[in-house]
């Protein structure tokens, strides 16, 4: 018998090397077009309000959550109950002041160090256990949605119900609800009635159908604008689960989380949290492997984590302990008393910047909103400091849009470019100081309750805790993309 | 958890997302872009000419922005598995879908045939291709995802969506008919025999096979 190739080596020789040279040609053709084209596309932002390390302390089952939250706002979408009424589910939250939203009545704290401070002498003691470690949220979303006319902007709110149990081997649930858009704030309440009082909102999108299935624009890497979907009306609660491997908290996110006898280990001493909060970011090697992304200074990091730690089950002494290590920090601002989006009045904290976006029209100041007399974490809420352009709010569904008589709308994009599209847009009134998204705790503690999940129909299977299925691509055939 | 998220489950690095520890969304997409956008052009470019293919890959990472809370980990196969729907739409609207060894044929350049020759093969080049161009595109792909790509089974199986045993299957076939290929090739080296009809290369009007996700097969 003759000596043959190896067929995968034949393969593998096949390779023309000129490959190369076209990937490394598209790659720096496409780059910086793809990058501002995923800047200007709010179709589902990876959740802003959710930094990495902000949400360290909501640790893994937060990334659930934010799925949770994608497929809830899509199933509100889908149902789009067209009846608005008064009931809006408990605690949904009212549409709030114009930020900043300011008391009237003169704040007694005139610095960020004196709000932690207040905060730290007043943390609440709590039960110390229980079966579940229960964080109860309510998050919103800020989206342009009126009339060239009326132009208003909704927010789209869902909220989240994590049942973490004490126990390995147990299940954690997360129930989440979208609880309905409502206007963003009373002047937008306003040009909503003027605009007719609409109860949902669709941008060009087929009821259903993904937006990830977007074909071709006419002009490849041009920036398309994004899409919305929202009804008023709530949707039904669902929930997702996954078999618990005893961590219940994060300090940090990128890092293991904690269990709760670790937990219960956290030093109470000012020295001691401070020690730990450092020993953290100096497990973060993120600086010397992302050349591009500007870096957190460890002050900032520390900042990230103690917020973390606020909603971790630790004893009270730590919580107090936390609030004054915050209180050292250098550079952090005070904004003011704030009313977060429920309602609660409290002092608005500016932690420092955060590191560069690649959206040159977005760096919002993350606030932070915190009780100082009863030393409770309230809000977080990503704030713009500049007006956000309207953005056009339609897709392009295919090519054939245009020559079908339907009107064609420039839009603009951030950095002054414009783009057509196709449809009808959405618009909407960006102005200073505008909430982009926030998270809302309602609560946070131990309890020995058990959850009530939402009928097994509505469950999503979580991933990436021992004893779940691992995630698999999903064709497009079943979802429709 | 970096790449330590999942250990044995597959050759690719897992990175990207769950484990990249930046904390802006738009500087996590551009880890990811940065990190993935030339496998994902890479696989495009099998089946489109440049333009076409850049807009596929462009497209993929839209998505991925779009459903950054559904990316598994880790994401590459299904970034691949997006480009692979996506090259699909643009045939059936009419763009066409090339062979791979049409486009082999149509990159290959000197430095090639060169290389080619100073590797140690049995064959020659020209002869490699007609070989590769008679299998299926089925096959092609299958071969090319562990070769080019790099892929373990189960993270190539789920570019194509399939089982990873079921794409083992395919890969055993696909190499089986790679070598017979390749042995009536060589045969055909040789003066006296007349090319068998299997040999004769694809004629270019065959319609690509798109491989239906969901079939599985039997070995």
């Known amino acids: 018998m003759n000596q043959m190739d190896d067929p995968l080596k034949v393969v593998t020789d096949l390779r023309p090397a000129v490959l190369d040279q076209l990937i490394e040609h598209g790659y720096a053709q496409r780059r910086g077009a793809d990058l501002a084209r995923a800047a200007a596309d709010r179709t589902v932002r990876p959740a802003p309000a959710r930094r990495r390390r902000a949400r360290a302390g909501y640790g893994r089952p937060r990334q659930h959550l934010i799925a949770g939250a994608v497929a809830v706002t899509a199933a509100a979408a889908v149902i789009a109950a067209v009846v608005l009424t008064g009931n809006r589910p408990a605690g949904a939250p009212r549409p709030s002041s114009s930020p900043p939203r300011a008391d009237t009545t003169a704040g007694q704290f005139t610095t960020a160090r004196q709000v932690l401070l207040t905060a730290a002498a007043h943390v609440a003691s709590a039960p110390a256990a229980g079966k579940y470690w229960r964080i109860r949220e309510i998050t919103g979303r800020t989206w342009p949605a009126g009339t060239k006319a009326h132009p208003y902007d909704i927010s789209q709110t869902v909220s989240f119900d994590q049942w973490n149990p004490r126990a390995a081997g147990q299940k954690g649930w997360n129930i989440f609800q979208s609880l309905g858009a409502v206007p963003a704030s009373p002047a937008d309440a306003a040009a909503w009635r003027a605009a007719g009082s609409p109860a949902t909102w669709h941008s060009g999108l087929k009821p259903g159908r993904s937006s990830g299935a977007v074909p071709f624009p006419g002009a490849g890497g041009a920036p398309r604008p994004g899409e919305l979907s929202a009804a008023t009306a709530a949707s039904a609660p669902g929930a997702s689960w996954q078999v618990s491997n005893g961590v219940i908290g994060y300090v940090e996110g990128d890092l293991p989380g904690l269990t709760a006898a670790q937990f219960r280990r956290m030093p109470t001493t000012t020295a001691g949290v401070a020690a730990v909060l450092r020993h953290y970011t100096q497990e973060l090697t993120f600086c010397a492997e992302h050349h591009f992304s500007g870096c957190s200074t460890q002050d900032q990091i520390i900042w990230d984590e103690a917020l973390a730690l606020l909603q971790d089950p630790v004893f009270a002494a730590v919580r107090s302990a936390t609030f004054k290590v915050m209180a050292a920090l250098p550079g952090v601002r005070l904004l003011g008393p704030m009313t977060d989006p429920l309602g609660r009045h409290g002092y608005g904290l500016d932690g420092g910047p955060q590191s560069p976006s690649y959206d040159p029209a977005y760096h919002p100041v993350s606030a932070v909103v915190i009780d100082p007399h009863t030393g409770a974490l309230l809000a977080t809420e990503d704030i713009d400091p500049m007006p956000r352009n309207v953005q056009c709010q339609t897709v392009i569904l295919d090519g054939r849009a245009a020559s079908q008589g339907k009107p064609l709308i420039m839009t603009r994009l951030p950095g002054g470019r414009t783009a057509p599209c196709v449809g009808s847009s959405y618009e909407g009134r960006s102005y200073p100081g505008q909430v982009d998204s926030y998270v809302a705790v309602v609560s946070t503690g131990w309890t020995d309750a058990a959850p009530v999940p939402p009928p097994s129909s509505t469950w999503e299977v979580s991933t990436d805790l021992p004893g779940d299925p691992a995630m698999q691509f999903v064709p497009c055939e079943r979802t429709g993309c | ?219």
Not at chain 2, 15 to 25: I, T
Not at chain 2, 117 to 122: I, R, S, T
Not at chain 2, 163 to 175: E, G, M, Q, S, Y
């Open chain 2, 1 to 219: 958890m970096m790449a330590a998220a999942s250990p044995g489950r597959c050759l690719v690095t897992p990175a990207g997302k769950e484990g990249d520890p930046v904390d802006d969304p738009l500087e996590r997409f551009a880890g990811l872009y940065d990190r993935y956008y030339r496998n994902v052009l890479h696989y495009a470019l099998q089946h489109a000419e440049s333009g076409s293919a850049e807009d596929v890959a462009s497209e993929a990472f839209l998505i991925a922005w779009r459903r950054w809370p559904d990316l598994p980990e880790p994401p590459l196969p299904w970034l691949l598995g997006v480009a692979r729907n996506l090259l699909r739409q643009q045939a059936a609207a009419g763009r066409r879908r090339r062979l791979l060894a049409e486009r082999v044929a149509a990159l290959t350049s000197e430095a090639d045939v060169t290389a080619w020759d100073a590797g140690e093969h049995v064959v020659e080049r020209a002869a490699a291709l007609e070989a590769l161009a008679v299998l299926s595109e089925r096959d092609v792909e299958a071969l090319t995802l562990v070769t080019w790509h790099g892929l373990d089974l189960r993270a190539a199986a789920s570019v194509v969506g399939c089982t990873p045993p079921a794409f083992a299957v395919r890969l055993h076939r696909a190499r089986r008919r790679l070598n017979a290929a390749l042995r009536a090739t060589d045969r055909t080296e040789q003066p006296p025999a007349p090319p068998p009809a299997a040999v004769r290369p694809r004629p270019a009007a065959v319609p690509p096979q798109p491989a239906t996700s969901t079939s599985k097969e039997r070995p």
